[in-house]
Nanobody, 124 residues
Framework: VQLQASGGGLVQPGGSLRLSCAAS????????MGWFRQAPGKEREFVAA????????YYADSVKGRFTISRDNAKNTVYLQMNSLKPEDTAVYYC??????????????????WGQGTLVTVSS
């Protein structure tokens, strides 16, 4: 399984961005997906996750109500819509695939494959 994240960039506080993660290999519609981020000088942390069908999602408290994870199994792609962005959202964002999971999970060790990351900078 290969994951390619894209969509990062520079945005002003209060702005929006949509990240995409395209998957190849494996059966995308059968596995859960997650987004994580790593800010400068900090450990990587969980952001959001979605189950194989898109029917169940899970968010970190810090992004709940501002970010939305979704997926299009026909396009083998998972998205992270980020609204009301704050400077503390600045980080490299990574997508990850949990090939053997059913429910969305916040635990990094549960994910089997990782994308290369895309940088999001929130600054005026």
């Amino acid at each position: 399984v290969q994951l390619q994240a894209s969509g990062g960039g520079l945005v002003q506080p209060g702005g929006s961005l949509r990240l995409s993660c395209a998957a190849s290999g494996g059966t995308f519609s059968s596995y859960a997906m997650g987004w994580f981020r790593q800010a400068p000088g900090k450990e990587r942390e969980f952001v959001a996750a979605i189950d194989w069908s898109g029917g169940s999602t899970y968010y970190a408290d810090s992004v709940k109500g501002r970010f939305t994870i979704s997926r299009d199994n026909a396009k083998n792609t998972v998205y992270l819509q980020m609204n009301s962005l704050k400077p503390e959202d600045t980080a490299v964002y990574y997508c990850a695939a949990d090939l053997y999971g059913v429910a969305p999970k916040p635990i990094q060790g549960e994910y089997d494959y990782w994308g290369q990351g895309t940088l999001v900078t929130v600054s005026s």
